[in-house]
């Protein structure tokens, strides 16, 4: 049974069913909990709101833990009914469940409404009608009716209460446009006792009772009508009730409509970018009138230009809001936001309420406010709100209109509302931005520092108006002179900056309004660089706080969009980014903060990173470190994150890899010798194996630098080992060799057989690399005896492979398989992926030198598909080569050319000269034997150079006879 079979029911009693059968939920709180995931499905519900549902009072220490209890057990009943494991989804610090459209009541009758009013406008009342009916009919009652009331449900029934009175008026709006008169008359007095300050069912019967031609009832409903408001609220009806009473006492059967109101601001002329935001806030309050979310929430970080498209939006909407647009100054990011109370007034005066009529209280003026808004098609832009309090009062009361809100929090708080966030502009946006405010000839003249300033702006338009502003002057710096400024990062916030328009200022007001805790992480965070492309993971911030689970603090900046939730990665961890701008802002604050605690932040995050890298590295197996070398501090973070990265190294790893190298130079630079020298090699094992060997060298100088002036031996020598592999690797091979050496001697001094084996080991490879096959067996056969002396599993199959190898070069096959088929078992025990590929490549090429060609293609497969499956690029280029020349010894050189192709370019980009040189070598061979002479030419003459270079005597007498005989 697929999820689409389960069906949930909220407009009522709460119901779950799975092919017309009830589904067992359980007791009162997990029916809560499913109860509030549909009152907001398929969005995020925040945890803090599930606990504040479930244990209204007090919840428990353990309320954390008992909420996740509670998930799973719903969850599993769920899933026992047919429902798929993705139905209730962890989100961001909270879970969602995901409900396809025509599965929750609540969903059709949205869906039935919208249909309707489309029909409704298009001219088409009587199926209009129809779906209106069928929409009302959904309710079954009370939403929720069954269960215990919760506060944190009032918003999301409030609204359900509106959607459906609004479908209710809709329906009888029809009624009356079809004649059928008595039936809405006979409707609207009935709701009217049950809700007598609405305005617009007075103004529905009124209208009603005169094109009835009851025009006394009329008349006589308008008195009763004073009377309700006079006493309720002391306050005349609104302008178009008392146009409607002018029109009854005229005679008249029609009422001619009201003049719209306008209270909108110019658009903005240079608007630039921002089209798929633009259309989705459309899209929302267009769908207004059909029960989607009327209210649609713009927002961001100061300065990304909210205000200016919700001034766009609502200028394109003006023709489906006919009765109106207001439009208010919150000031909710400065010191005095504007009270509630205070707004209402000068909304109710825009409406046509006398200034002496206007109510004293918050509750009255709302009241009032709603009344005169009730049904009529009116957007309402409220302009820079700090809060969801601040803004609740001032929201519309029914789907006919609809309130955008521009704020720099998120108002999460506001069910059911549509979030438009926004980012940075595109590179592309922002350069025709600055073009516009600059203008366009000016920066077509030097487009390429047009593009380096918007980069420098972070895609910010506020930042980009300012820069546009100082080019447009006439005594301006140039593009190239202006993008030289913004370049330099210590200056950057200062040249943002041109008469009242000041990025520093913006900045700081929303992070003035931070709380303690969050505005320190803010620094500390703002301390270790600019932000990775992937963002910095969450554990980060607990690092820098000493706190494990930092998630309240990283809401609140998120929610101030201070923060911002990088994609998802292969982890599934969540990731923040810094805005840049606002990077540089707090990196200038954090300079106060006391030196011993940015360091002591800097050496937890550091530490933090080490603890992982190495619960990463375990997981990895292979590699030719000597493991911990210092008693370096480990910050472990939360199990979650361990369990994660325990689970997925590789993606870890790939995700991480840039700050990880960056980390080292941090720890290195900041004097942190221990932690640097551990962090290098905790991270060598995963850069070996996918090839990164200039991030490999980079960390590893860096290392040992800091392991030198900290006087750490044994990290000294197990880096110089590193730093030998990467030689070897690029055919630096005396390099390679005299830092084995040094390596070993360390090793010799401190006494570490295992490290001085494995350096050996290194020097066995430099003497196979020099064709000494014999000294580099006598190397690998030292080692190997100290491996079994310590049995050392892992490095013993280290061994067997590179015995193999050189008993294989004297051409003593039986002996190497031997050995190789020792170190296949041992590597498949121990679970050392990356070993077993290489062991299955070199017993393939023993069986070639057999001349058992089947059973080494064989083998050769599937050693690439091992080494594609772990990750390890220069290992399947070399799988590559291998087949190529297999299928070019078995009399197919087709075969050949594309995947030798294929292994060089692996190499150029690895910087593998010897095995660039071999591979052009066999390239050029192939076009030489397919009658290409000059692609030969130019191949052959590739691997010439490449030779010279190495300085491979052989291979260079080799290559030049090939040249001459094409000559």
């Given amino acids: 049974m697929a999820t689409s079979d389960l069906e949930f029911g909220i407009l009522g009693a709460l119901y779950a069913r799975a092919g017309g059968q009830p589904v067992p939920i359980g007791g009162v709180k997990p029916r809560m909990l499913l109860a509030t995931l549909l009152l907001h499905a398929n969005q995020p519900v925040s945890a803090d709101l599930l606990v504040e549902v479930l244990w209204p009072q007090s919840p428990p220490r353990s309320a954390v833990a008992n909420l996740r209890t509670y998930v799973s057990t719903l969850r599993a009943s769920l899933r026992a009914a047919g429902g798929e494991p993705g139905l209730i989804a962890a989100a961001p610090c909270g879970y969602s469940i995901v409900v396809p459209e025509r599965r929750l009541d609540l969903f059709v009758f949205h869906d039935l409404t919208a249909k309707a009013i489309a029909l409704h406008r298009s001219g088409q009342q009587e199926p209009a009608l129809d779906l209106l009916e069928r929409a009302l009919r959904m309710w079954r009652g009370a939403p929720l009716a069954d269960l215990p009331r919760s506060d944190a449900w009032s918003g999301p029934l ?10 209710a008026e809709a329906r009888l709006d029809l009624l009356a446009a079809l004649g059928r008169h008595a039936a809405a008359i006979s409707e609207l007095r009935e709701m009217l006792t049950e809700d007598p300050l609405r305005e617009n069912l007075w103004r529905q019967l009124l209208i009603a009772l005169l094109a009835a031609g009851r025009r006394a009832e009329a008349l006589a409903e308008y008195a009763r009508l004073r009377r309700v408001l006079a006493d309720e609220l002391g306050v005349e009806p609104s302008p178009d009730l008392r146009r409607i009473h002018a029109a ?3 005679g008249g059967a029609t009422v001619a409509p009201s003049a719209p109101i306008c209270q909108l601001p110019n658009d903005i002329s240079d608007f630039t970018g921002r089209a798929a935001d633009l259309e989705r806030i459309c899209a929302a309050a267009g769908e207004s009138g059909g029960a989607a979310a009327p209210v649609v929430v713009v927002c961001g970080p100061p300065g990304a230009g909210k205000s200016a498209l919700a001034l766009r939006a609502a200028h394109s909407l003006r023709g489906a809001f006919g009765d109106g647009q207001l439009h208010v100054e919150l000031a909710g990011s400065t010191p005095a936001p504007a009270e509630p109370c205070a707004v209402l007034a000068e909304l109710l005066h825009a409406l046509g309420v006398a200034r002496d009529e206007v109510p004293p209280t918050l509750r009255e003026r709302a009241a009032l406010y709603r009344s005169r808004l009730a049904d009529r098609r009116v957007l309402v832009l409220l302009d820079d709100a700090g809060s969801a309090a601040q803004v609740r009062p001032l929201l519309p009361p029914t789907t006919s209109c609809v309130a955008m809100v521009t704020s720099r929090s998120r108002l999460v708080e506001l069910a059911g509302a549509v979030d438009v966030e926004l980012d940075a502009l595109t590179e592309r946006d922002a350069v025709e931005m600055l073009a516009r405010v600059a203008g ?9 520092s047009a593009t380096e300033i918007a980069r420098a702006c972070g895609g910010l338009p506020l930042a980009i108006r300012i820069a546009g502003a100082k080019l ?5 710096p140039s593009p190239r002179m202006l993008a030289e400024r913004l370049a330099d990062d210590t200056r950057r916030l200062t040249e943002l900056r041109v008469g009242e328009l000041d990025v520093r200022a913006g900045l700081h007001a929303s992070y003035r309004a931070l709380p303690a805790r969050a505005a320190r992480a ?3 965070a703002a301390q270790l660089g600019r932000t990775p492309e992937a963002g910095w993971p969450g554990w980060l911030f607990g690092a820098l706080l000493d706190r494990r689970e930092p998630d309240d603090v990283l809401d609140t900046l998120v929610d101030a969009s201070l923060l911002r939730l990088a994609p998802g990665t292969a982890s599934d961890l969540p990731r923040y980014r810094i805005p840049e701008l606002l990077r540089l802002h707090a990196r200038d604050l954090g300079e106060r903060d006391p030196a011993p605690r940015r360091r002591g932040a800097l050496s937890r995050a550091l530490a933090g990173w080490l603890a992982l890298a190495e619960a990463a590295g375990a997981r990895l197996r292979g590699g030719v470190t000597t493991g911990p070398a210092t008693d370096a501090p480990r910050w472990r973070p939360d199990e979650a994150t361990v369990r994660a990265v325990r689970d997925q190294p590789l993606a870890w790893f790939d995700t991480e890899r840039g700050a990880l190298v960056d980390a080292v130079e941090q720890a290195a630079a900041a004097g942190l010798d221990t932690l640097a020298a551990e962090l290098a090699l905790a991270v060598s094992g995963y850069l070996d194996l996918r090839s990164r060997h200039d991030d490999w060298r980079r960390v590893s100088e860096h290392a040992l630098a800091a392991a030198r002036r900290g006087a750490i031996p044994r990290a000294e020598a197990a880096l110089l080992r590193g730093l030998g592999q990467i030689a070897l690797y690029q055919d630096r091979d005396a390099e390679a060799r005299d830092l084995f050496c040094q390596a070993a001697s360390l090793f010799s001094d401190l006494d570490d057989e295992t490290g001085l084996a494995m350096a050996t080991c290194g020097l066995g490879a430099c003497e196979r690399a020099r064709g000494r096959a014999a000294e580099a067996l006598a190397c690998y056969q030292r080692a190997l005896r100290v491996f079994l002396a310590h049995e050392d ?3 013993e199959a280290y061994a067997r492979y590179a015995i193999g190898g050189a008993l294989m070069t004297q051409g003593r096959l039986d002996d190497a398989e031997a050995q190789l088929a020792v170190a296949l078992d041992l590597a498949v025990a121990h679970g050392d992926s990356h070993r077993e590929a290489h062991v299955t490549d070199r017993l393939a090429q023993v069986r070639w030198r057999r001349g058992e060609l089947d059973q080494a293609m064989a083998g050769l497969k599937q050693a690439l598909a091992r080494f594609v499956e772990i990750g390890d690029r220069q290992g399947e280029a070399y799988a590559l080569q291998s087949i190529a020349a297999l299928h070019v010894e078995r009399g197919e050189p087709s075969e050949a050319t594309e995947l030798l192709a294929r292994a060089l370019a ?8 010897r095995a660039e040189a071999a591979a052009t070598l066999r390239l050029g061979e192939l076009h030489r034997d ?10 052959l003459r590739r691997s010439l150079a490449l030779w010279r270079d190495l300085d491979a005597s052989t291979e260079v007498a080799q290559v030049q006879a090939a040249l001459d005989l094409l000559e």
């Fill in 930 to 939: 397919g009658g290409r002479a000059d692609l030969a030419r130019g191949q």
């Fill in 522 to 524: 803010l620094r500390l």
């Fill in 472 to 476: 447009a002057h006439h005594h301006s």
């Fill in 793 to 795: 599993r892992h490095r």
């Fill in 440 to 448: 366009p000839e000016r920066i077509a003249a030097d487009p390429h």
């Fill in 248 to 250: 009854a006492l005229a």
């Fill in 158 to 167: 409030g609204q359900l209460a509106e959607h459906r009175l609004a479908a």
């Fill in 906 to 913: 692996t190499y150029r980009r690895l910087g593998d000269r």
